[in-house]
């Protein structure tokens, strides 16, 4: 069911250009409280629906969605501007979310023991959390509503899904695919709007709602936390990263450099994941750095539905003044341009891959999450120093290290404090491995059995 009562509109645009692509009608709270009715309303059939039914539903979403790829893909292009290589390659890795979740919907296991003092038996059954608000990010159109959706109906939970404002198209074409293979109606509610806070408000103040699944900024995260706390709201958060990308003394400079492509380039650095301080030995910093340079500086920038493109614009204005505000602070503290660091001329909000190096301690590129196509480098002298700096951060999602020495890698990236370690690798997203970050990066996981259980809640029975 997609919500909105209200007539006034707010429109969707394409970052490569600019132009209007559609408008959507804006909802309001009115139109909120409509969607937990129906959830409400939904709720107690979807829930009583055998695990098997629900798992078989969410295997056809796969099959059709998989089917449907190119149609999401452009879809994603449309809206979020991504190459149509990276979008086709986000279409799939949304489709397998569902088929995770269609294969772990049968397997909501419980438990069974005898008390530890031998004075009774002890039974632990799981049951669908309830009603749950899932608000969607627009740098993953796809990916972040799957990853959410496909655990909350795996576990017979009903949603109401706030897509961001950016890219509300690919949620709308997601959630048809879910009536289209069987999903009820009143299951999925899609809330579209361009003025979020006022329907946050409304949904987590329904006391219907037991659920909060959130994909955002820090900022915005700790705010839904306070509208949680009234009603003691379940709440997980996937939040903001700064994630530190070691290159250590004995690291493959070119399994590195084409590590760092990967944990940088990959949605034009508009990803949580994306490395954001490349800490780099001093005795391989010039080799690494002038790799590095080489393969940004040939990457070539475009729309997302030219065949050669292998970048697109940032997501919109804001999103490049940031990333050329944060370029120019560390620039004026004594950082060097190797390559970039300039927008390119013309329509849309495209800005040049970009690396810095000498990049000074207290320069703001190095505490605020970029999201964008600039990596900065400094240098340490030692394994201590390198995990202090990549400590120094109130973040902790993911990490990468680069060693050819695997037992060495692993010990420091059980030193540093994140959620995730890529060890010789820029990508650790996968739908069977549970994503989440420590301190400011986040509460809970998502996908892995774990992304199950944040919306089961267990239920203990104590019997002689």
Not at 138 to 153: E, Q, S, V
Not at 170 to 183: D, F, K, P, R, S
Not at 347 to 352: E, M, Q, S
Not at 416 to 423: A, D, K, P, Q
Request: glycine residues 8%; contains cysteine; proline residues 6%.
């Amino acid at each position: 069911m997609v919500i909105a009562t209200e007539r006034r509109r707010f429109p969707v645009l394409d970052p490569a250009d600019g132009s209007v692509i559609d408008s959507l009608e804006s909802a309001g709270p009115d139109d909120a409280i409509a969607a937990v009715d129906a959830a409400a309303e939904a709720a107690e059939d979807w829930a009583s629906r055998a695990p098997r039914e629900r798992a078989e539903i969410l295997r056809r979403a796969f099959e059709l969605m998989t089917e449907r790829n190119e149609d999401i893909a452009r879809l994603i292009v449309r809206e979020m501007g991504k190459p149509l290589a990276e979008a086709r390659g986000e279409a799939s890795y949304a489709a397998e979310f569902l088929r995770w979740f269609s294969e772990e919907a049968v397997r909501a296991n419980g438990d069974f023991a005898v008390a530890p003092a031998g004075t009774n038996r002890m039974l632990v059954t799981h049951a669908p959390i309830g009603i749950a608000l899932l608000i969607t990010p627009w740098n993953f159109p796809a990916a972040m509503a799957t990853r959410k959706i496909g655990p909350a109906l795996a576990a017979g939970c009903t949603v109401v899904l706030k897509p961001a404002e950016e890219t509300p198209l690919t949620a709308l074409a997601i959630a048809g695919l879910l009536t289209e293979a069987g999903v009820p109606e009143g299951v999925v509610n899609v809330v579209c709007t361009d003025d979020p806070a006022p329907v946050a408000e409304a949904v987590l103040s329904d006391p219907r709602v037991r659920k909060l699944s959130f994909t955002g900024s820090t900022g915005v995260g700790r705010r839904l936390l306070e509208l949680c706390a009234p009603q003691v709201i379940s709440a997980s958060m996937e939040l903001g990263g700064n994630s530190p990308f070691l290159v250590l003394q004995d690291a493959d400079i070119d399994v590195a450099v084409a590590g760092a492509m990967a944990a940088k380039m990959r949605n034009g650095g508009e990803a949580c994941t994306a490395a954001n301080r490349f800490l780099v030995h001093d005795s391989v910093a010039e080799s690494f750095t002038s790799r590095l340079t080489a393969a940004m500086s040939a990457v070539r920038v475009g729309n997302g539905f030219d065949r050669t493109a292998q970048l697109g614009p940032l997501i919109n204005a804001a999103a490049r003044d940031k990333v050329e505000r944060l370029v120019a602070d560390a620039i004026e503290r004594g950082a060097r341009v190797r390559t970039g660091a300039q927008r390119i001329p013309g329509p849309g909000y495209f800005y040049a891959p970009t690396v810095l190096d000498r990049v000074q301690p207290g320069s703001q590129i190095l505490s605020e999450e970029v999201f964008g196509p600039v990596a900065p480098i400094m240098t340490f002298s030692d394994e201590d120093e390198a995990i202090a700096l990549a400590n120094e951060t109130e973040y902790g999602l993911v990490a990468f290290v680069f060693s050819r020495d695997l037992r060495r890698a692993m010990a420091i990236g059980e030193e540093i404090e994140t959620g995730m370690v890529g060890l010789n690798r820029g990508v650790v997203s996968d739908p069977a491995a549970p994503f989440g970050g420590t301190k400011q990066s986040g509460i809970g996981r998502e996908g892995g059995h774990h992304g199950l259980l944040e919306f089961l809640e267990p239920k203990y029975f104590a019997f002689d």
